[in-house]
Nanobody, 115 residues
Framework: VQLVESGGGLVQPGGSLGLSCAAS????????MSWYRQAPGKERELVAAINSAADSTNYSDSAKGRFTISRDNAKNTVYLQMNDLKPEDTAVYYCKTRWRGVDYWGKGTLVTVSS
């Protein structure tokens, strides 16, 4: 299983950024995919998750109304569109899946929200 995130960077408050996570090594279309983040000095937290059929999503309270998780099963890719970004969204964002009872994580992509 391999998960590779991309799309992070520096963005001003109020701006938008889209993250991608390319998956391989497992049957992507059969598994829930999640985005987590970890800010400096804080624990890793769930941001959003999407089921295999892409017809059910859930979000953290901080992400609701601003972030959108989606997936393209034909491309083995999950996305996180982030709008109205705030400085407190600054974190390393990780893609995760659970395959055969084991959690697999990408290496993360850094998002910095700053003016």
């Amino acid at each position: 299983v391999q998960l590779v995130e991309s799309g992070g960077g520096l963005v001003q408050p109020g701006g938008s950024l889209g993250l991608s996570c390319a998956a391989s090594g497992f049957t992507f279309s059969s598994y829930v995919m999640s985005w987590y983040r970890q800010a400096p000095g804080k624990e890793r937290e769930l941001v959003a998750a999407i089921n295999s059929a892409a017809d059910s999503t859930n979000y953290s309270d901080s992400a609701k109304g601003r972030f959108t998780i989606s997936r393209d099963n034909a491309k083995n890719t999950v996305y996180l569109q982030m709008n109205d970004l705030k400085p407190e969204d600054t974190a390393v964002y990780y893609c995760k899946t659970r395959w055969r009872g084991v959690d697999y994580w990408g290496k993360g992509t850094l998002v910095t929200v700053s003016s």
